[in-house]
């Protein structure tokens, strides 16, 4: 007698696809595969294969198009669109035919869903790129996509001199607004353009190129009087300062608007920098309960010790909670192998009351270029595993036994996948102060 396999609802494959699609570690090439297997599945698959948008050349426009003209339906999986740098200069790939932009105006008539932006998606090297440069058709469909009622999240990179109208005609349902060197007209402020109702931001990123709009956006009111941005919300400030902050006063404004702030991210080019805009802040800001600390292998003189030691010492040590990010932590795991044992330092500094007294969480996350320093024989993840968790017990050995402070710490290493040698593999190993692991194994292609 022939036996049939059992059927599974469809509500257990949807969150089947749904879990191998989370955020916290996607796994899109096995939501791809799943959509291959029958009609069924494959509504499930699209609206995480679809939900973000890359168009960083013409080609890349007109492969959509004709998806979508296929399958009109893709455009309610829209939910996040970049645009690239190359497909807004004037003199570069952009100076395509009329029929090409037609065809974006189309599908961003058709993104009725769509809840984040990115405008401009950069390439190495990029300069900045003015307003009055890009191609007219390609202004209005920008300033389209900035202003799209549904918008929840909005990034704009190295543009110079946007029209003040563009931003002031942004959705009141806008929270996230991230700023990279950017610069705003305002000569002409359309003040008939303004929101109903201000614009409640919950999340506010810049580096210290977008002072100047930020004073712009704080002193845009009402003819009542009332602020159309509206920071007093605003829950999470991440600041870059790649060179001296010489606004200071903009930054302060920021800083006595935004009063309500429970993280405070700092990212800079060196420790120097770093520290400077920690002391800026400490100077004229209570310190939120959550510091976010992010370091790059790019840094100059100075190590990561010395900043701990240094912002410990400044009113940023007043926070509870402190999330360390090292990207490139190859340079990092160099200085963890040698004499200077900078694990082992930066485990007492943070389990120092003297230096950290207020702090009840650490989570400690490193990008990791130095993969065979963790990778036993071969590609055994298991192996992998074991050898990074003695590896943080070893190096962080108060932290990960303190019974005052919950202690998370991941490392994120490159690997070599057998197979497709287009394969990238990235390997995620976690341990917290309860020695509580999780071990994330994920096969992504390259963007």
Same mark, same amino acid.
């Given at each position: 007698?022939?036996?049939?396999?059992?059927?599974?609802?469809?509500?257990?494959?949807?969150?089947?696809?749904?879990?191998?699609?989370?955020?916290?570690? %996607?796994?899109?090439?096995?939501?791809?595969?799943?959509?291959?297997?029958?009609?069924?599945?494959?509504?499930?698959?699209?609206?995480?294969?679809?939900?973000?948008?890359?168009?960083?050349?013409?080609?890349?426009? =007109?492969?959509?198009?004709?998806?979508?003209?296929?399958?009109?339906?893709?455009?309610?999986?829209?939910?996040?669109?970049? @645009?690239?740098?190359?497909?807004?200069?004037?003199?570069?790939?952009?100076?395509?035919?009329?029929?090409?932009?037609?065809?974006?105006?189309?599908?961003?008539?058709?993104?009725?869903?769509?809840?984040?932006?990115?405008?401009?998606?950069?390439?190495?090297?990029?300069?900045?790129?003015?307003?009055?440069?890009?191609?007219?058709?390609?202004?209005?469909?920008?300033?389209?996509?900035?202003?799209? %009622?549904?918008?929840?999240?909005?990034?704009?990179?190295?543009?110079?001199?946007?029209?003040?109208?563009?931003?002031?005609?942004?959705?009141?349902?806008?929270?996230? =607004?991230?700023?990279?060197?950017?610069?705003?007209?305002?000569?002409?402020?359309?003040?008939?353009?303004?929101?109903?109702?201000?614009?409640?931001?919950?999340?506010?990123?810049?580096?210290?190129?977008?002072?100047?709009?930020?004073?712009?956006?704080?002193?845009?009111?009402?003819?009542?009087?009332?602020?159309?941005?509206?920071?007093?919300?605003?829950?999470?400030?991440?600041?870059?300062?790649?060179?001296?902050?010489?606004?200071?006063?903009?930054?302060?404004?920021?800083?006595?608007?935004?009063?309500?702030?429970?993280?405070?991210?700092?990212?800079?080019?060196?420790?120097?920098?770093?520290?400077?805009?920690?002391?800026?802040?400490?100077?004229?800001?209570?310190?939120?309960?959550?510091?976010? @600390?992010?370091?790059?292998?790019?840094?100059?003189?100075?190590?990561?010790?010395?900043?701990?030691?240094?912002?410990?010492?400044?009113?940023?040590?007043?926070?509870?909670?402190?999330?360390?990010?090292?990207?490139?932590?190859?340079?990092? =795991?160099?200085?963890?192998?040698?004499?200077?044992?900078?694990?082992?330092?930066?485990?007492?500094?943070?389990?120092?009351?003297?230096?950290?007294?207020?702090?009840?969480?650490?989570?400690?996350?490193?990008?990791?270029?130095?993969?065979?320093?963790?990778?036993?024989?071969?590609?055994?993840?298991?192996?992998?595993?074991?050898?990074?968790?003695?590896?943080?017990?070893?190096?962080?050995?108060?932290?990960?036994?303190?019974?005052?402070?919950?202690?998370?710490?991941?490392?994120?290493?490159?690997?070599?996948?057998?197979?497709?040698?287009?394969?990238?593999?990235?390997?995620?190993?976690?341990?917290?102060?309860?020695?509580?692991?999780?071990?994330?194994?994920?096969?992504?292609? %390259?963007?």
């Amino acid at each position: 007698m022939e036996i049939c396999p059992p059927t599974l609802p469809l509500e257990i494959i949807a969150l089947i696809v749904d879990i191998l699609a989370s955020d916290g570690v %996607p796994d899109l090439q096995s939501v791809k595969s799943c959509a291959l297997t029958c009609k069924s599945v494959l509504p499930f698959c699209r609206r995480h294969i679809f939900a973000s948008i890359s168009l960083v050349f013409m080609s890349d426009c =007109l492969e959509l198009f004709d998806a979508l003209a296929g399958s009109p339906d893709i455009a309610m999986c829209v939910r996040h669109l970049e @645009l690239g740098e190359s497909f807004v200069e004037y003199d570069g790939e952009a100076r395509a035919d009329p029929v090409t932009f037609a065809h974006l105006s189309q599908m961003i008539d058709a993104f009725t869903v769509l809840e984040s932006v990115e405008v401009l998606q950069l390439q190495e090297g990029s300069t900045k790129i003015y307003w009055e440069n890009i191609r007219p058709e390609m202004q209005n469909l920008i300033t389209r996509l900035i202003r799209a %009622p549904t918008l929840k999240s909005l990034t704009l990179r190295k543009l110079g001199a946007i029209p003040w109208a563009c931003l002031i005609g942004l959705s009141d349902k806008l929270r996230h =607004l991230h700023l990279h060197s950017v610069t705003i007209d305002n000569n002409d402020e359309h003040t008939e353009l303004v929101p109903a109702n201000p614009i409640r931001l919950e999340r506010y990123s810049i580096n210290e190129k977008s002072l100047v709009a930020t004073n712009a956006l704080l002193e845009a009111t009402y003819p009542s009087g009332a602020p159309i941005f509206h920071f007093g919300d605003l829950k999470h400030l991440r600041i870059y300062s790649k060179r001296i902050i010489t606004h200071e006063d903009f930054l302060y404004k920021l800083l006595a608007a935004a009063d309500q702030l429970s993280t405070l991210e700092l990212e800079g080019d060196s420790v120097r920098m770093l520290l400077r805009t920690s002391i800026l802040i400490s100077a004229r800001q209570k310190v939120p309960r959550q510091v976010v @600390l992010c370091f790059s292998d790019i840094f100059g003189p100075g190590t990561m010790v010395d900043a701990l030691l240094a912002l410990g010492g400044n009113a940023l040590g007043a926070a509870e909670e402190l999330v360390i990010y090292v990207n490139g932590w190859g340079w990092a =795991l160099g200085e963890l192998d040698n004499c200077t044992r900078t694990g082992e330092r930066i485990d007492g500094l943070l389990t120092d009351k003297g230096v950290w007294p207020h702090l009840k969480a650490v989570k400690l996350i490193m990008h990791a270029t130095a993969w065979n320093r963790l990778r036993s024989d071969g590609d055994n993840p298991e192996g992998a595993e074991t050898l990074s968790q003695s590896y943080i017990r070893t190096h962080f050995p108060a932290l990960s036994s303190s019974e005052s402070i919950s202690f998370n710490c991941a490392i994120n290493v490159p690997g070599y996948a057998s197979g497709p040698a287009h394969a990238i593999r990235t390997t995620t190993f976690t341990l917290d102060s309860g020695f509580t692991s999780a071990f994330h194994l994920s096969d992504d292609e %390259p963007h």
